[in-house]
């Protein structure tokens, strides 16, 4: 009742964070961590969906399994990097000593391994790129998560960390041939960042530079930080750049600056969350075939207080986003649908929207798009009983809640939209539900809510509308996972 039809899941048991996303060959290719036939967690493959338009997703087996002694007991998080027609993955070999050790400090292997494929299904052996004795002295035993790309003639790789005096930090390695890899720089974080950074992503989105990062222990506050563990990106404003090249005397950000540049750039000032709903965690980008910089979330977030029951009692747990095309405005990034969703739509309804406007639907699976919004002083679209969406016009801050435990545990949610290049003005909101997972985007993804939802029944839905008139455009999703 809960499974998806058009977001990526594992086809049982469960998943997390999204690996090796890349488009090679014709093809795109999400890699996953997968714990096959353990949907509460457990041991950490790499499952594997491909597609050929990055919506409709087939799931072709599991890639890398944790089969050697350097990454035993889990094959973690890692990148793709496709290079010269090859696909090369990196990715953490986790190993735990058996003994009476903390696993933070003592105990614990966390190692970089390289794989290729010459045609994204058949993997070669894997080759062991980095130990614990190659990391700086002052690192923890939690390193990992491998992001790769190439930079002038060179590479680049940076990697999550906590030092052993549990400060959040990344490191970066450099390479000439990306088996060799030395340290660049090791790059200590706000220590408002917390204890610890994961699943770190590097990209570039026209002008800016771009480092996304998962910090665990920050401090929750009212508005930001709501989750048990974040997930955002650090990114300078064009002004907050030319100051920091003015500081620096320097007109550009040379391959030698990195290291310096990111000291700067790993700051709470810097950081925007991806987004504000209940699930969202270590998303991963990719450069799709035309050029645009596309970024999948897994949909989930670890060691939640909220749960995902009923999906456990069908026998799977967690999911993915759908891909979202990455665009940015004054610092600002913001993350709406790929437009190929287009494709998954049928039967389409248009209407106006007034004040206690319904719209009755028997889907499990559609997506709605409101636009040109004239909101009261207060303005709530409502799924069924069970979920509102609340926009204060005053306080420029929209409100995700539950309502008749259809959230499993999940209560409010809150995103600040003043400090937004929209200033704060709702103008338009899309919704997709799947089953028992919302997204929802607001003014074209300048804020998204992802959160799981599980609706008592499917076969008479309503979308109700209070305090605003608009246009809409309803459609039924098409299966798209198989
Ligand atoms: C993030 C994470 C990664 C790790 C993986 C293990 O959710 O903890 O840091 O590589 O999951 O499944």
Same mark, same amino acid.
């Given at each position: 009742?809960?499974?998806? %039809?058009? @977001?990526?899941?594992?086809?049982?048991?469960?998943?997390?964070?999204?690996?090796?996303?890349?488009?090679?060959?014709?093809?795109?290719?999400?890699?996953?961590?997968?714990?096959?036939?353990?949907?509460?967690?457990?041991?950490?493959?790499?499952? @594997?969906?491909?597609?050929?338009?990055? &919506?409709?997703?087939?799931?072709?087996?599991?890639?890398?399994?944790?089969?050697?002694?350097?990454?035993?007991?889990?094959?973690?998080?890692? /990148?793709?990097?496709?290079?010269?027609?090859?696909?090369?993955?990196?990715?953490?070999?986790?190993?735990?000593?058996?003994?009476?050790?903390?696993?933070?400090?003592?105990?614990?292997?966390?190692?970089?391994?390289?794989?290729?494929?010459?045609?994204?299904?058949?993997?070669?052996?894997?080759?062991? &790129?980095?130990?614990?004795?190659?990391?700086?002295?002052?690192?923890?035993?939690?390193?990992?998560?491998?992001?790769?790309?190439?930079?002038?003639?060179?590479?680049?790789?940076?990697?999550?960390?906590?030092?052993?005096?549990?400060?959040?930090?990344?490191?970066?390695?450099?390479?000439?041939?990306?088996?060799?890899?030395?340290?660049?720089?090791?790059?200590?974080?706000?220590?408002?960042?917390?204890?610890?950074?994961? /699943?770190?992503?590097?990209?570039?989105?026209?002008?800016?530079?771009?480092?996304?990062? /998962?910090?665990?222990?920050?401090? @929750?506050?009212?508005?930001? =930080?709501?989750?048990?563990?974040?997930?955002?990106?650090?990114?300078?404003?064009?002004?907050?750049?030319?100051?920091?090249?003015?500081?620096?005397?320097?007109?550009?950000?040379?391959?030698?600056?990195?290291?310096?540049?990111?000291?700067?750039?790993?700051?709470?000032?810097?950081?925007?969350?991806?987004?504000?709903?209940?699930?969202?965690?270590?998303?991963?980008?990719?450069?799709?075939?035309?050029?645009?910089?596309?970024?999948?979330?897994?949909?989930?977030?670890?060691?939640?207080?909220?749960?995902?029951?009923?999906?456990?009692?069908?026998?799977?747990?967690?999911?993915?986003?759908?891909?979202?095309?990455?665009?940015? %405005?004054?610092?600002?990034?913001?993350?709406?649908?790929?437009?190929?969703?287009?494709?998954?739509?049928?039967?389409?309804?248009?209407?106006?929207?007034?004040?206690?406007?319904?719209?009755?639907?028997?889907?499990?699976?559609?997506?709605?798009?409101?636009?040109?919004?004239?909101?009261?002083?207060?303005?709530?679209?409502?799924?069924?009983?069970?979920?509102?969406?609340?926009? !204060?016009?005053?306080?420029?801050?929209?409100?995700?809640?539950? @309502?008749?435990?259809?959230?499993?545990?999940?209560?409010?949610?809150?995103?600040?939209?003043?400090?937004?290049?929209?200033?704060?003005?709702?103008?338009?909101?899309?919704?997709? =539900?799947?089953?028992?997972?919302?997204?929802?985007?607001? !003014?074209?993804?300048?804020?998204?809510?992802?959160?799981?939802?599980?609706? %008592?029944?499917?076969?008479?839905?309503?979308?109700?509308?209070?305090?605003?008139?608009?246009?809409?455009?309803?459609?039924?999703?098409?299966?798209?996972?198989?």
């Amino acid at each position: 009742m809960y499974r998806h %039809k058009y @977001h990526i899941l594992p086809p049982e048991g469960w998943l997390n964070d999204p690996n090796g996303s890349c488009y090679f060959n014709g093809k795109y290719h999400v890699f996953f961590q997968y714990s096959p036939g353990q949907p509460e967690g457990g041991d950490k493959y790499w499952g @594997h969906y491909e597609s050929v338009d990055m &919506i409709n997703w087939k799931y072709v087996g599991i890639a890398i399994s944790p089969d050697m002694e350097y990454d035993c007991d889990g094959a973690y998080s890692g /990148c793709a990097y496709v290079d010269d027609g090859v696909m090369e993955l990196f990715y953490t070999g986790n190993v735990k000593h058996p003994g009476n050790y903390d696993y933070i400090n003592e105990g614990r292997g966390h190692n970089v391994l390289a794989l290729k494929s010459i045609d994204g299904s058949h993997m070669s052996d894997k080759d062991v &790129i980095l130990i614990n004795a190659d990391y700086p002295s002052d690192m923890s035993c939690h390193v990992r998560d491998p992001k790769v790309w190439r930079e002038g003639n060179g590479y680049f790789m940076l990697l999550g960390a906590r030092t052993r005096d549990s400060k959040p930090a990344l490191l970066l390695y450099k390479s000439q041939d990306k088996k060799n890899w030395k340290l660049e720089q090791t790059v200590y974080a706000d220590e408002k960042l917390g204890y610890m950074l994961e /699943c770190p992503d590097y990209f570039t989105l026209e002008d800016n530079i771009v480092v996304a990062a /998962c910090p665990q222990g920050m401090s @929750h506050e009212d508005m930001r =930080f709501q989750n048990i563990y974040e997930s955002g990106y650090f990114t300078m404003t064009e002004s907050e750049m030319n100051d920091f090249y003015s500081s620096n005397n320097i007109s550009e950000i040379s391959l030698s600056d990195r290291g310096e540049f990111l000291n700067e750039l790993l700051q709470v000032k810097y950081f925007t969350e991806w987004d504000m709903g209940f699930d969202f965690y270590a998303p991963q980008s990719f450069e799709a075939a035309d050029g645009r910089r596309i970024l999948i979330g897994w949909a989930g977030v670890p060691d939640a207080p909220y749960n995902n029951d009923a999906s456990v009692a069908e026998g799977w747990q967690h999911s993915m986003t759908v891909p979202g095309e990455l665009d940015v %405005k004054d610092g600002h990034v913001y993350r709406y649908p790929i437009r190929e969703l287009a494709d998954l739509h049928i039967n389409e309804r248009r209407f106006e929207v007034e004040s206690d406007r319904v719209i009755h639907t028997t889907s499990e699976a559609y997506d709605i798009r409101i636009t040109e919004i004239g909101a009261s002083e207060s303005a709530t679209v409502y799924i069924n009983q069970d979920v509102s969406l609340t926009y !204060n016009r005053d306080m420029k801050v929209c409100t995700l809640s539950f @309502h008749n435990n259809t959230g499993a545990g999940r209560g409010s949610r809150k995103a600040d939209m003043s400090m937004l290049p929209g200033g704060g003005v709702l103008e338009n909101i899309r919704i997709l =539900f799947d089953q028992s997972l919302l997204e929802i985007y607001i !003014n074209d993804g300048e804020t998204v809510f992802t959160s799981r939802y599980y609706p %008592k029944r499917h076969d008479d839905m309503t979308i109700r509308f209070e305090g605003m008139a608009a246009e809409a455009v309803y459609w039924d999703m098409k299966e798209a996972i198989s």
